[in-house]
């Protein structure tokens, strides 16, 4: 490219993010089901409709009593109670603890009126039948306080939240069956290149297994999308048109190969040609080559064909502009240096040990087992070496 090109070259990540997010469509709400919510993200603030738990429960299997009748328990001088019946999780008691007085309760069964403190089954004599003795006092920390995880009308979850099984857990326990997502992306994705196969086809020399599709479709369900897969093209101007075109229902196209140089790199050419180019080629290694533009008015974001470098830009670039999440990053120790490139922020595969990260070493772009065996990405920020003892920040991968 001789002539002084008419798009952007060489945006920073968070240009990119931005540019990517700015092409994406509003996504409404809808309600779904909890059993289908699962990774899906809220659209709206959750408040809790219940308080949890819904009353001041046992922590332990044991008996309620009342803690003033137990202060004088001791080794040697035990005390006794009398046993009046039992609260069971779902089956409170119905009556209240007199002094003198203890009822039998399991974890998560409420605390009977009257009663304020818990005896573990573990510290009591008991003779089964209607009296125990305890040779120390019973505790007032053994129970859970009625709201203590959460009280009704408190907002726990947020808009934007992603649910996480955890999350999931959450907003059932909150009192929700139906839940707030947002609609999903609805993502087509396909590859490229002559030499690019399916798995389990035979492989003739220089050919290669579609790893970058399949790990692509992977991390766009594990974004919230709906993936529409289509499947990978040869390196043919035609071909690759008609991909573009049978994507045109989607809210974004993601492709992988082709955006480099060599003269059967299309996608470049294909969307100045057809459509626009936003930008071409981030400050980033690897992955330096992205493309982001539009075909009509599907968004295109044209990934790097070297296998790392598809997935660690979609990671660090796609996904944030997606779902609208910042990848989680720490801070940790440099147990090794990590070098610094001039001109572009660097994602170098680390190894997360002991507290500290060190350089897995092999940086080379068609390496995927790196990312797997890595398991973190040291971001080197511009013109910036980490020395060893240094703090850095780390993306989990
Ligand atoms: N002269 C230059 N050459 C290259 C440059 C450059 O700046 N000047 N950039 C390099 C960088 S960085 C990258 S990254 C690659 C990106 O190239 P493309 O996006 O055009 O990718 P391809 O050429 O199609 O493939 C590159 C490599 O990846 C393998 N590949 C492709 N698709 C898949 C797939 N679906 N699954 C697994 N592996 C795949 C392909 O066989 C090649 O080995 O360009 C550098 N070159
Ligand atoms: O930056 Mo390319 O994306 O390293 O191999």
Known sequence: MTERPSFPMNVTVEQARQMLADLLPVRSAEQVP???????YLAADLPALVSHPSATESALDGIACREADTLDAAPGRPVRLQVVGESRAGVPFSGSVETGCCVRIYTGAPLPPGADAICPVEQLQDDGLDAVWLQRPASPGDVRPEGGDFRAGEVVLRAGQRLTPSRLALAVSLGHALVPVRAQLRAALFSTGDEVREPGEPLAPGQVYDSNRHGLAAMLHEAGCEVLDLGHAPDSLEVLSARIE???????????????????DFMRDLLLEHGRVSFWKVRMRPGGPALLGGWRGLPVFGLPGNPVSSLVVFQVIVRPALTGELPFTLRLRAATPFRALADRAAYWRGVIEGGTVRDYGQQGSGVLRSLSEAGALVIVPEGQAVAAGDEVEVMLF
């Not at 049978?246 to 059967?264: E, F, N, P, Q, R």
């Open 34 to 40: 909890v059993q289908q919510a699962a990774g899906r």
């Open 246 to 264: 049978a994507a045109g229902g989607a809210d974004v196209l993601i492709t992988s190969g082709g955006v480099s140089m060599g003269k059967y």
